[in-house]
Nanobody
Framework: QGPLVESGGGSVQAGGSLRLSCTASGDTYSRYFMAWFRQAPGKEREGVAAIYINYGNTYYTDSVKGRFTISQGNAKNTVYLQMDSLKPEDTAVYHC????????????????????WGQGTQVTVSS
């Protein structure tokens, strides 16, 4: 088991909701920048949302704005992705990623900048 573990994926009908969780091991994650990426079959991995732990800055890709919410848990080592109004095009494997280097609006979605990754959790949205 790696430093990041995702949970909460599943199958849901369009319009439904799911909440993904990403739990980080170790005591340094309070200084981390954490993000959710997703990869659909035949497509490249894309950034979905990100949060700067303890500062609260959040970032979203345009296609999920107003539907998804990223937040940190009270324990600070857990990040959530609340996904509402799900669409079939949201179907993908969702991965949690983390880095100790903060990121900003022009680079948070660059997967190559994250050294730590979870195994991923499948989200399937049916029409």
């Amino acid at each position: 088991q790696g430093p990041l573990v995702e949970s909460g994926g599943g199958s849901v009908q369009a319009g439904g909701s799911l909440r993904l969780s990403c739990t980080a091991s170790g005591d340094t994650y309070s200084r981390y920048f954490m993000a959710w990426f997703r990869q659909a079959p035949g497509k490249e991995r894309e950034g979905v949302a990100a949060i700067y732990i303890n500062y609260g800055n959040t970032y979203y890709t345009d296609s999920v704005k107003g539907r998804f919410t990223i937040s940190q848990g009270n324990a600070k080592n857990t990040v959530y992705l609340q996904m509402d109004s799900l669409k079939p095009e949201d179907t993908a494997v969702y991965h949690c990623a983390a880095d100790m280097v903060p990121k900003y609006s022009d680079n948070w979605y660059s997967q190559g900048l994250y050294p730590y990754w979870g195994q991923g959790t499948q989200v399937t949205v049916s029409s």
